[in-house]
């Protein structure tokens, strides 16, 4: 055995033939742990589109959901309003059940929604009227939306259009487009702000879609806009400013109406031309993410080209509402907005009375099974006119629909509607009811054919306007 001492003073004693000594029996001493990797940098604020590595991740799969009117998915539960669009002349549009839920093309940092229909208009009552007038037309309706995907930041933009050709009445030709650009810019994580530029175009007349201007012949109305929103989060609580000014403009109808004031020919639309101004404050308390709660208050002024009426009295208006409501998702087959309000526009013409009422909002989905959806639409809105002698109507309207996927692939559907217009000061009170079904066949995620019914019936306390409709929609539907 063979003694000696280390450098350290320990000894070390080998003994030939000792397997103890043998190298390759040596357990290895423990590997020393290794050094923290370097942190993730965090993303760049915004995304604007340099790689996909700034996008946010989103499903490649079609499967069954629901779609929006715009085209889009439905993400979240429903709004009752759209804080945007919601001033259009335009009725609440229900969602679909669709056995492809879209998912867009993929362009850089953002998906672009795609979709077309071409179909044909059958009606028995084009204009509207007791003694009905048989047309049919050809329809084309494009919708284009194009969405950033970023982890920071959002834009929007987006494009849709209705246009149809009577060949016996090409007075009834719809003529309508709405174009939207929004944007948000998140300050910090719980601080954002929001700008909104819309430019659109809608019509009325006898088949409006807004009770309080039925009455009136067949009209254009421009409508541009500009929202600007700013957005603060303390933990649970929301606080969101909204400001917005809106300018309507309605086409000229060839006849003019001599204003002495101005000595000249004022066109007679241009008299309902005018001007919205609005601020909307918001607050709201989340409890949990799937129950929020919220209070809404909003006033607003509408100002005329012409203050002077035909009738001699002044439009011009200020109004206020107030709503309290609640956001849910108590489970994922049902999910909503509800809220209740009180609403009031009064005239700055004292002989004028204003228009104020209870106010309710609502879009509630039930999803009972993922082929069957049940939605119910409900909307109130204090909507002012120069068609009556009267400031104007709060205009209700309420929908109950139901979708059964059949097979998948075949979809049919049912609703039934109810629009009132009690107008302030004057016993006139517009109604409308209206039911239909609807089918919708499926070849695959990018083409299915539809066939709509539509039964209308407008009834009003002047019996000289009422009429009834019935009308049929076919037509193709290409998306991408």
Not at 230 to 247: K, P, S
Not at 249 to 271: C, E, S
Request: glycine share 8%; with cysteine.
């Amino acid at each position: 055995m063979n003694r000696s001492v280390t450098s350290d003073g320990v000894f070390n004693t080998q003994t030939p033939g000792n397997l103890a000594n043998d190298p390759a029996l040596t357990p290895a001493p423990p590997a020393l742990p290794a050094l923290p990797a370097a942190p993730t940098p965090p993303p760049p604020l915004g995304g604007l589109g340099d790689g996909d590595d700034q996008a946010v991740d989103v499903a490649r799969e079609q499967g069954p959901g629901i779609t929006m009117p715009a085209g889009t998915p439905l993400v979240g539960a429903p709004r009752a309003s759209d804080n945007v669009l919601d001033n259009r002349p335009v009725l609440p549009e229900r969602t679909r059940l669709d056995p492809y839920m879209p998912i867009g093309m993929k362009l850089g940092s953002f998906l672009l929604y795609a979709e077309t229909e071409v179909g044909t208009i059958l009606t028995d009552n084009v204009l509207g009227t007791p003694i009905p007038r048989s047309d049919y037309a050809l329809e084309f309706a494009p919708n284009l939306v194009l969405q950033s995907n970023w982890t920071r930041h959002s834009f929007t933009a987006s494009f849709e259009a209705d246009r149809s050709w009577y060949k016996e009445f090409p007075v009834e030709d719809t003529k309508t487009y709405a174009a939207a650009l929004r944007g948000r810019l998140d300050i910090m994580r719980s601080s954002s702000l929001e700008l909104d530029l819309t430019k659109s175009q809608t019509q009325e007349g006898r088949n409006s879609v807004s009770l309080v201007d039925i009455a009136g012949f067949r009209t254009s109305i421009q409508q541009e806009g500009i929202n600007a929103a700013a957005e603060h989060t303390f933990n649970r609580l929301t606080l969101r400013v909204q400001g917005a000014v809106t300018d309507y403009h309605y086409g000229d109808a060839g006849l003019g109406i001599f204003d002495p004031v101005l000595d000249t020919i004022i066109p007679q639309q241009d008299i309902r031309d005018y001007r919205e101004d609005e601020l909307r404050l918001r607050a709201s308390y989340e409890f949990n993410p799937r129950l929020t709660t919220y209070v809404e208050g909003e006033i607003s002024r509408e100002e005329y080209e012409q203050p002077i009426a035909v009738s001699g009295i002044t439009r011009d208006s200020n109004g206020f509402a107030a709503l309290s409501g609640v956001t849910f998702a108590f489970s994922d087959a049902l999910s909503g907005d509800i809220n209740f309000g009180w609403g009031e526009q009064t005239s700055i013409d004292d002989s004028v009375g204003p228009i104020e009422g209870l106010l309710l909002n609502a879009n509630v989905i039930w999803q009972p099974t993922p082929m069957t959806l049940v939605e119910f639409i409900a909307r109130s809105q204090v909507s002012t006119t120069t068609l009556v002698d009267s400031l104007g109507a709060i205009d209700r309207f309420y929908e109950l629909s139901l979708q059964q996927a059949i097979w998948r692939y075949l979809v049919l559907g049912t609703f039934v509607s109810y629009e009132i217009a009690d107008y302030a000061a004057t016993p006139q009170v517009d109604q409308r009811f209206s039911t239909g079904a609807s089918a919708e066949c499926y070849f695959n995620p990018y083409m299915s054919v539809y066939t709509e019914y539509d039964y209308r019936d407008f009834f009003s306390n002047n019996e000289f306007d009422d009429f009834t409709e019935n009308r049929v929609r076919i037509g193709m539907r290409i998306r991408r």
